[in-house]
T-cell receptor, first 116, second 115 residues
Framework: AQSVTQLDSQVPVFEEAPVELRCNYS??????LFWYVQYPNQGLQLLLK??????LVKGINGFEAEFNKSQTSFHLRKPSVHISDTAEYFC??????????????FGTGTLLAVQP | GAVVSQHPSRVICKSGTSVKIECRSL??????MFWYRQFPKQSLMLMAT?????????EQGVEKDKFLINHASLTLSTLTVTSAHPEDSSFYIC???????????FGQGTRLTVV
């Protein structure tokens, strides 16, 4: 069965410092990969997604992620974080074949805590 | 991107009563919607997959008689928590996929508190 691992439950970082949030997935089949952000008491907002093509994906709010098939990883990065980036970040995977009914599998989430 | 509206955003109910949560796709048709439950500081747990015009598919361990799902149209799915108890208190989130679209769009979530 498909699974997603986010090793870091919490990542504290100072404002304007770079950050990397790690994500690994288990499937050996072709997948779609996503990063979502969740602010307190809100739903999820898509940051970026990898479907195919270039392994470096750029998203909103200055975030980017790199797909590494050999390492089955999809780490999220930002070169300089802001206080407003403080939120919970979820990595998710979906199998390539299955259409709209195919469900997302989420990691356990990483709390990015940006300190002044 | 497409918009999914979830209502209500917050509800408090008495133990033993039922609560209905609505999930609407505002500008697209969604043949499939998903319902998740999220406990504090935890990830999203998929409860069920809601299919328009047919019965929902529940994940293992989720009581289908407790969490009734109805997907009567291509833009609306509802989750009814029946005979709610304090342990049902949680954050419930829905999502919907456009047909042939790889991206899932999420509602704002509903904070249910059972007292």
């Amino acid at each position: 069965a498909q699974s997603v691992t986010q090793l870091d439950s919490q990542v504290p970082v100072f404002e304007e410092a770079p950050v990397e949030l790690r994500c690994n997935y288990s499937s050996s089949v072709s997948v779609y990969l996503f990063w979502y952000v969740q602010y307190p008491n809100q739903g999820l907002q898509l940051l970026l997604k990898y479907l195919s093509g270039s392994t470096l994906v750029k998203g909103i709010n200055g975030f980017e992620a790199e797909f590494n098939k050999s390492q089955t990883s999809f780490h999220l990065r930002k070169p300089s974080v802001h206080i407003s980036d403080t939120a919970e970040y979820f990595c998710a995977v979906r199998d390539l074949y299955g259409g709209a009914t195919n469900k997302l599998i989420f990691g356990t989430g990483t709390l990015l805590a940006v300190q002044p | 991107g497409a918009v999914v509206s979830q209502h209500p955003s917050r509800v408090i109910c008495k133990s033993g009563t039922s609560v209905k949560i609505e999930c609407r796709s505002l500008d697209f048709q969604a043949t499939t919607m998903f319902w998740y439950r999220q406990f504090p500081k935890q990830s999203l747990m998929l409860m069920a997959t809601s299919n328009e015009g047919s019965k929902a598919t529940y994940e293992q361990g989720v009581e289908k008689d407790k969490f009734l799902i109805n997907h009567a149209s291509l833009t609306l799915s509802t989750l009814t928590v029946t005979s709610a108890h304090p342990e049902d208190s949680s954050f419930y989130i829905c999502s919907a996929n456009e047909v042939m679209n790889t991206e899932a769009f999420f509602g704002q979530g509903t904070r249910l508190t059972v007292v």
